[in-house]
Nanobody
């Protein structure tokens, strides 16, 4: 099992910045992909940014050049630096991981609200 705990959500004005953190615990050596999804009200959950095992990032087109995903191995955390935030970035952000056996794990989610 892998446990994921998000932190860092909150309220920010448009154009501002916020950093989300995801702390992983448990069988983290089984993780192949780790990163972030989000779900806005009335919409499907969508990929934001993920890191492959070799640290290759994948970003949604809507966040490229504004968001940066990174890994801190010593702290067993994944960070999502979000800059130039827009009102459409408002959503619940979920930490996500997938194991080599294709098992998926989700955190509880953290709310990000961007005001105009």
């Amino acid at each position: 099992q892998v446990q994921l705990l998000e932190s860092g959500g909150g309220l920010v004005q448009a154009g501002g910045s916020l950093t989300l953190s995801c702390a992983a615990s448990g069988y983290i050596f089984r993780i192949n992909v780790i990163g972030w999804y989000r779900q806005a009200p009335g919409k499907q959950r969508e990929l934001v940014a993920v890191l492959a095992r070799d640290d290759t990032p994948t970003y949604a087109d809507s966040v490229k050049d504004r968001f940066t995903i990174s890994r801190n191995n010593a702290k067993k955390t994944i960070l999502l630096q979000m800059n130039s935030l827009k009102t459409e970035d408002t959503a619940v952000y979920y930490c996500y991981s997938k194991s080599f056996a294709d098992n998926t794990y989700w955190g509880q989610g953290t709310q990000v609200t961007v005001s105009s």
